[in-house]
């Protein structure tokens, strides 16, 4: 007996993220889901905590933007009161210890990861509060696609060519094999002087077959109105709309 | 049957140059029985923004109310028009503040900005996860078949009498596959100087 609980946007994903020598490499796709309808086709999964901090997210969409934007403003907070950059690991404690209040009921999986003074780091949050640390990760629905790249190209110390170069493919094969993610890539390069955000990025096979000759354009008058009333503003002089 | 589909209802809005196309249908309905056929699940929150709310009727009603009571709020305190931005974020956090255990409505947010006149549309699910496309949204019982031909029918920077055809056209090929809407439909057409609200003719079974 109830009712079946009315279905949520899940990010339905592949993310990404490595480490390569000196920085770190993070990324998402951009398809949100609802079942099987594409609910959003360019939704950023790719959150920003602070300068050098990012969370990327899968599970429930809703889940994860009000987490990332819960972290991002208390690590702000951090910063402005001690006046030193918060730490990856901070971002990753509160985020954990926020989902293990909520016993994995909270669905975001989250990858942090970002640059401080103690070093590139990238851990993995669950939503039930498991944390891990890697060098290379994927999670999300396309996963698993992603991880047979990473596991096959992925060495230790590459270059940040080679690592944004094999982030982009590891999301690729997700996109390419995953129902629940694809549409479009975004990256962030992260360093010790700057972050760079790259994106959206379009691969080929994501793009629409052929340009579309067709157009559908319906004359002025074609549907049949009944009724209609047009409602013109009222101007209110002492309202100030200048801010 | 799910909660989300006991009364039926769908709501439609399409960005175009400076305007903003909101419809929705008339059926009010419980389950397969058609109660009434004059029930708007658009409303008027400011002069440029609307607000749809699909789904269990009860719960838009009092999101609707809540809605207009933290609008009202804002607006007295800032001495300023909401921007339909704004409107977006504040139903996704009352949404969310009822997290685990959600009004069954999906909301939909379609204006214009109050100084640029930019377009904005949103739609969000229950708990509050907004999606915010550059071309259309839909939500209610017709959202799938409406994504499909919006798909088609949508194009760039149309003016306001184009979108409004291609809002209502799309509206009622919806219209014509989806059993929970129907009873005829309304489209608004919000413009920089009048908003233009229109009742469109169509299938009565």
């Known amino acids: 007996m109830g009712h079946k609980a009315p279905r949520l946007t899940s990010t339905g994903t592949t993310i990404v993220a490595a480490a390569y020598k000196g920085?770190?490499?993070?990324?998402?796709?951009?398809?949100?889901?609802a079942g099987n309808i594409i609910a959003d086709k360019h939704c950023e999964k790719v959150h920003k905590l602070t300068e050098s901090i990012y969370a990327c997210g899968a599970g429930t969409a809703a889940d994860l933007d009000q987490v990332t934007k819960m972290l991002s403003g208390n690590l702000r907070l951090l910063e402005l009161n001690t006046g030193r950059k918060a730490r990856v690991i901070t971002a990753l404690r509160q985020a954990k210890q926020h989902l293990f209040n909520y016993q994995g009921y909270i669905g975001a999986y989250l990858l942090i990861g970002g640059v401080d003074p103690t070093g590139p780091h990238l851990y993995m949050c669950s939503a039930n509060g498991t944390t891990m640390a890697f060098p290379y990760t994927a999670q999300?629905?396309?996963?698993?696609?992603?991880?047979?790249?990473?596991?096959?190209?992925?060495?230790?110390d590459m270059t940040k060519e080679e690592a944004e170069s094999l982030v982009q493919r590891a999301l690729e094969a997700g996109m390419?094999?995953?129902?629940?993610?694809g549409n479009?890539?975004?990256?962030?390069?992260?360093?010790?002087?700057?972050?760079?955000?790259?994106?959206?990025?379009?691969?080929?096979?994501?793009?629409?077959?052929?340009?579309?000759?067709?157009?559908?354009?319906?004359?002025?008058?074609?549907?049949?109105?009944?009724k209609q009333k047009a409602y013109k503003y009222d101007i209110v002089e002492s309202m100030d709309i200048s801010h | 049957m799910s909660i989300m589909s006991y009364n039926g209802g769908?709501?439609?809005?399409?960005?175009?140059?400076?305007?903003?196309c909101i419809a929705t249908d008339l059926r009010f309905g419980e389950q397969m029985t058609t109660v009434a056929t004059d029930k708007k699940k658009v409303h008027k929150v400011s002069d440029k923004v609307y607000v749809g709310l699909a789904g269990f009727s009860s719960d838009a009603r009092t999101m609707l109310e809540k809605i207009m009571f933290r609008k009202n709020l804002y607006e007295l305190r800032e001495s300023r028009k909401i921007r339909p931005?704004?409107?977006g974020e504040m139903i996704s956090n009352l949404c969310y503040q009822?997290?685990?255990?959600?009004?069954?409505?999906?909301?939909?947010v379609a204006g214009l900005d109050p100084d640029t006149h930019k377009p904005y549309i949103c739609a969000m699910d229950t708990i509050g996860c907004i999606a915010s496309p550059r071309d259309f949204v839909a939500v209610g019982t017709g959202q799938e078949y409406l994504l499909g031909v919006c798909e088609s029918y949508w194009r760039e920077n149309m003016k306001a009498d184009e979108l409004f055809e291609a809002t209502a056209q799309s509206m009622l090929s919806c219209l014509e596959r989806d059993a929970a809407s129907g009873w005829g439909a309304v489209v608004y057409t919000i413009t920089k100087d009048k908003v233009n609200v229109s009742t469109i003719k169509a299938r009565m079974d």
């Open chain 1, 140 to 156: 999300g629905s396309g996963s698993y696609a992603a991880i047979t790249i990473l596991e096959r190209d992925f060495k230790p």
């Open chain 2, 10 to 20: 769908t709501v439609l809005a399409m960005a175009g140059e400076e305007c903003v």
């Open chain 2, 85 to 87: 931005k704004v409107l």
């Open chain 1, 176 to 181: 390419h094999g995953d129902n629940a993610s």
């Open chain 1, 23 to 33: 920085g770190l490499v993070m990324g998402a796709d951009s398809r949100a889901t």
């Open chain 2, 98 to 108: 009822h997290r685990f255990g959600s009004y069954f409505t999906e909301p939909l």
């Open chain 1, 184 to 226: 479009s890539l975004n990256l962030v390069v992260i360093e010790p002087t700057a972050t760079v955000f790259k994106g959206p990025i379009i691969p080929d096979f994501c793009k629409r077959p052929e340009p579309n000759d067709l157009e559908y354009k319906f004359n002025k008058g074609s549907t049949k109105v009944l």
